[in-house]
Nanobody, 125 residues
């Protein structure tokens, strides 16, 4: 099974930006719909965004719509999450994972497969 690896997290001030990356060592990422999830301390893991395998369909949680942009470069075996206008409530560990496709749409509620180790995003002044 695909084993995703996340990178790009860090400490940023409110209003700042970060770009997260997701890749896998066996170059199988291009064949799957991929989702980004996050888990804040004391909270359940939640879906943030997803993208179809060819990149033509994307979906966002209401809490990040208009601020986050998901994209992929299959030639580079990488899925990105561009996060702008970051807020303290975006602080969490962010994970990428293969997600189910339902009626040709990727989902942010049906993760499947292996989870990576995650990357910490901290938004604080």
């Amino acid at each position: 099974q695909l084993q995703p690896v996340e990178s790009g997290g860090g400490l940023v001030q409110p209003g700042g930006s970060l770009r997260l990356s997701c890749a896998d060592s066996e170059f199988r990422l291009p064949y799957y719909a991929i989702g980004w999830f996050r888990q804040a301390p004391g909270k359940e893991r939640e879906g943030v965004s997803c993208i179809s395998s060819n990149g033509d369909i994307t979906k966002y949680a209401d809490s990040v719509k208009g601020r986050f942009t998901i994209s992929r470069d299959n030639a580079k075996n990488t899925v990105y999450l561009q996060m702008d206008s970051l807020k303290p409530e975006d602080t969490a560990v962010y994970y990428c994972v293969v997600v189910k496709t339902v009626q040709a749409m990727c989902t942010i509620t049906l993760p499947e497969g292996n989870w990576g180790q995650g990357t910490q995003v901290t938004v604080s002044s």
